[in-house]
């Protein structure tokens, strides 16, 4: 015979959570995962039909309840509900808590009306009023009394409508824009009051309108441990537990995290046909990888590197300008990387270190004998390969949809190198660092986290690889926009490099060595011989020579290394006819395209638009030159200079993505709401207050904010995810922006290349939910963003990764240049002043060109017939 206390104890209840595509659904599982043993069970709501889940639910009693997640759409669209719709019909004796969409599912199944709100209210809190049933036990109620929640919706529940049998339990009262006016603790004064929370009279059924998950919502995790207690009580559970007819025991349900990073699938029957896409799903592990081990399945002889680390004396990483003169001495001009222009070298450049944002810089050029050149290119699957010097290997998959994907590598010596063809671009690179491991134990003396590895860039379109049913290309792009843009993706595999420890002052040459005997190429260095330990000691030699000849040159020169070259009247006058920037999307179809955002995130299609654009000219600037000028201009502590041949990125992003350090600590610093500078010190102050706060960039940040904690809560411990820094003012050297930092700790059994799955791309630069706006903003922006909007930075053969937002970044690609910006659309939105905004992050970058080309100002300007 069970006691109270273990009748009330939620640890064992078996959760189901159906996921309507949405991107708040782990920030649930990982609540419910912190009060039951029996961690959630996740399933898109078009996994499994109908009749095999119903089998599942109500014949073998796999699962005690069910939480019917948040999405876009509408609880009257068969698609967007899935099987949410007959579950709540077909099963009344069947513990369900439905969230916003699920709350509304719930008033709709019984024949209550669902109708666009006053006003669509996301990423804004409102104070609740509740009538104390089960689900709010414990929880203040009224005006200022605590109870204060975020809200993401569009539609509501007409309360005059509700039928007998469903009752509301919670409202909240509309003001002015969705404010609260002044009301008495007691509750609301006499304004209209919405339906917050509902409950059925006799089956145990419920919803909330609000989002009880978000970060800002308080008494969120009271509230769904009230369910699950409303569960225990259950007389099902009871019988099920009395009978021991329940499989509570089973050990499958047992395991220590969620079976799938993106989402399980349950192990169906015969009869199960899935409809997600199992190619973006991602197996999570339940034992440790082994040694060159993939996600994918695929099995690695690994070879084993020696790493070299040599601390070079008396040259000074502190120094941002002696970091420069080195880049420009020993690899820009280096001749066997180009004819002064910085070909194929990286720079990850923190220029930004003040602070304390950033730490280290990482620099280098054409490398060892492991040194390689990847590119991944997509193009018409008619066209013949092989037209180009680097020998290719062509891949058909469900994302190309009309195009073949294409990877090229050279080595060191520009020779060709024989590789596989590539499944896609994620696998192929997980394949490449499985290939090779370190010595297991980290010396002591080597702070940074690179230590050889991959560095490059993952182009906006490997989001197919990431997200389910979606191809690499919108499906109205042009074939000349897909044959002219830049690679989907481009990497060095980086073997001999530069350190700058910015914090310390110290830098470092680091090299990687083969074994002598008996290692076995991977596909990638299928020629190579491999790099000995004589040539990795002679190169750090020679290049730590070399630091200190530039230190002590800079230290008696009287100004930069390199003066900036000037510009005959001739050339002046050719690019001031050539100086017209055009928008891919002129003004008036770019806020033509914020009204249309607006319109969706009305009719509960979407919560944010992150819309974004491109300033494109058919010549580019010196890119070397340009990005010299720009770190100087408009200091990141994300920056960098990548040269990969045919495309440069030039960027200064102050926005870091994801960085994994080699012990799985988790952190992503999402930038949301941006202000100019202002013109005195009182303007500036004024400026920061103006920004810190706005509902409207309040409401921006948390949304993306909450995006994030679901996107590593699917990979990482539970109870792990947390946000030591929320919505906090940084300044830059044009603008102030607000930044939010999101951390937690990967689960063991997962590798870097999960986590990349699991988040990207970045929520800032989609919106959400990240899934329904992608497929809006394709539609939107009819074109490829490219390297825009994707991340830039190392893969580290420790594990570690340290990845920014391609953000404030110039792409010159094949003498063209590209600068993409944009900004996200909520519903406060106004569509000029979108524009402006938009405007405004391109301005440093447009600025920067006219300086290197001696443009008068204002030159680089739009023209009326793009306006």
């Known amino acids: 015979m069970l006691t109270v206390e273990e009748e009330d104890s939620p640890a ?49 009693n796999e699962f005690d309840c069910v939480v019917i997640s948040p999405g876009p759409g509408t609880p009257a669209r068969a698609r967007d509900v899935g099987v949410c719709m007959p579950l709540l019909q077909e099963c009344p004796d069947i513990p369900v808590l439905g969230v916003c969409l699920g709350h509304q599912l719930l008033a709709h199944v019984h024949g209550a009306t669902v109708e666009r709100a ?134 499958e349900h047992r395991t220590g995290s969620p079976r799938s990073v993106v989402h399980p699938s349950l192990a169906c029957d015969a009869d199960n046909t899935s409809n997600s896409s199992g190619n973006n799903q991602v197996e999570a592990r339940d034992r440790e990888r082994g040694e060159g081990e993939t996600t994918s399945g695929v099995t690695y002889d690994a070879c084993l590197l020696d790493l070299h680390v040599e601390v070079i004396d008396g040259v000074d990483a502190t120094s941002g300008v002696l970091t420069q003169h080195i880049f420009e001495t020993l690899f820009a001009n280096d001749p066997a990387g180009g004819s002064g222009r910085g070909e194929h070298t990286f720079w990850l450049d ?48 469900p994302e190309s949809r009309g195009y073949h994907l294409k990877l090229a590598a050279k080595d060191s010596s520009g020779a060709v190198v024989h590789e596989r063809a590539p499944v896609r671009v994620l696998d192929t690179i997980e394949g490449v660092l499985a290939a090779y491991t370190l010595p297991p134990h980290r010396p002591a003396s080597v702070p940074f986290p690179f230590l050889g590895g991959l560095v490059g860039y993952l ?67 299928a020629k190579s011989t491999g790099s000995s330990e004589d040539g990795c000691i002679q190169w750090i030699n020679g290049i730590s ?138 303007e500036d102050e004024r400026n920061r ?27 990482c411990e539970v109870g792990s995810v947390h946000c030591p820094s929320l919505m906090a003012i940084e300044s830059f050297a044009s603008v102030h922006q607000m930044v939010s930092t999101v951390r937690g700790q990967k689960r063991k059994t997962l590798s870097a290349m999960d986590c990349i799955r699991a988040t990207f791309p970045g929520g800032s630069m989609t919106g959400a939910p990240k899934l329904r706006t992608v497929q809006i903003l394709e539609q939107l922006e009819g074109a490829p963003r490219g390297a825009y909007s994707g991340s830039m930075g190392f893969f580290s053969l420790c594990g570690a990764l340290d990845l920014n937002i391609i953000i404030r970044t110039l792409v010159a690609h094949r003498g063209s240049m590209k600068i993409g910006a944009g900004g996200a659309v909520v519903a406060l939105s106004d569509p000029e002043e979108e524009f402006q905004e938009m405007l405004l992050k391109a301005e440093r970058l447009l600025r920067t060109v006219e300086e290197v080309e001696s443009l008068p100002p204002g030159s680089l300007s739009m023209g009326e017939s793009q306006g």
């Open 12 to 60: 064992e209840v078996r959760v189901l959570l159906v996921d309507n595509y949405d991107s708040y659904t782990y920030n649930l599982f990982q609540l419910l995962a912190k009060q039951t043993r029996v961690h959630p069970h996740v399933i898109y709501n078009d996994t499994l039909p109908w009749s095999v889940l119903k089998r599942r639910l109500c014949e073998d």
């Open 118 to 251: 006053p006003e669509p209210v996301h990423g804004r809190t409102s104070d609740v009023v509740h009538d104390g049933s089960a689900l709010f036990n414990g929880i203040p109620s009224g005006y200022g009394q605590g109870f204060s929640v975020v809200r993401y919706h569009s539609l509501h529940v007409r309360e005059e409508t509700l039928p007998e049998c469903l009752r509301a339990t919670a409202w909240v009262e509309e003001g002015s824009r969705g404010r609260q006016t002044s009301v008495g603790p007691e509750g609301f004064g006499a304004g209209k009051t919405l339906v917050m929370g509902l409950q059925h009279q006799t089956n145990p059924h419920y919803g909330v309108q609000f989002h009880p998950e978000s970060i800002c919502t308080a008494h969120g995790e009271r509230l769904l441990s009230n369910f699950l207690r409303v569960v225990t009580r259950n007389e099902r559970f009871k019988r099920l537990r009395r009978s021991k007819a329940s499989t509570a025991n089973n050990l």
């Open 350 to 397: 923190s220029s930004k270190t003040d602070d304390g944002r950033a730490r280290f810089s990482f620099m280098g050029g054409r490398g060892g004998p492991l040194w390689r050149h990847m590119t991944f290119t997509l193009e018409e699957s008619n066209r013949a390969a092989g037209d180009d010097d680097m020998q290719t290997y062509e891949h058909r998959s």
């Open 459 to 525: 182009g906006y379109e490997v989001k197919s690889e990431c997200l389910p049913d979606l191809p690499y290309l919108p499906a109205d792009a042009s074939r000349s926009g897909v044959e002219g843009a830049e690679p989907l993706a481009g990497f060095f595999f980086v073997d001999r490099f530069l350190v700058f420890d910015h914090l310390q002052g110290c830098t470092y040459a680091v090299a990687l060595s083969t074994p002598k005997d008996g290692w076995k190429p991977h596909h990638v260095h």
């Open 545 to 682: 020579a070399a630091a200190q000849r530039c230190a002590s040159c800079f230290a008696t020169a009287t100004q930069s290394s390199k003066p900036w070259r000037g510009m005959d009247e001739q050339k002046q006058k050719e690019l001031l006819s050539e100086s017209l920037i055009r928008l891919r999307h002129p003004q008036g179809e770019y806020r033509q395209n914020v009204s249309r955002s607006l319109e969706l995130i009305s009719a509960g299609e979407t919560y944010e638009v992150c819309l974004t654009t491109a300033l494109q000219r058919a010549t580019a600037p010196n890119p070397l030159e340009f990005y010299l000028r720009l770190r100087n201009r408009n200091p990141a502590p994300y920056a960098g200079f990548l040269h990969l041949g045919d495309t440069v990125l030039c960027c200064s992003s102050p926005e870091r993505f994801l960085r994994l350090d080699h012990q799985g600590a988790l952190e992503a610093k999402p930038i949301k709401g941006t202000i100019a500078r202002g013109n005195t010190p009182q």
């Open 689 to 715: 207050e103006l920004l810190s706060n706005s509902v409207k960039d309040r409401s921006e940040n948390l949304m993306i904010v909450d995006l994030l904690r679901n996107d590593l809560g699917r990979v």
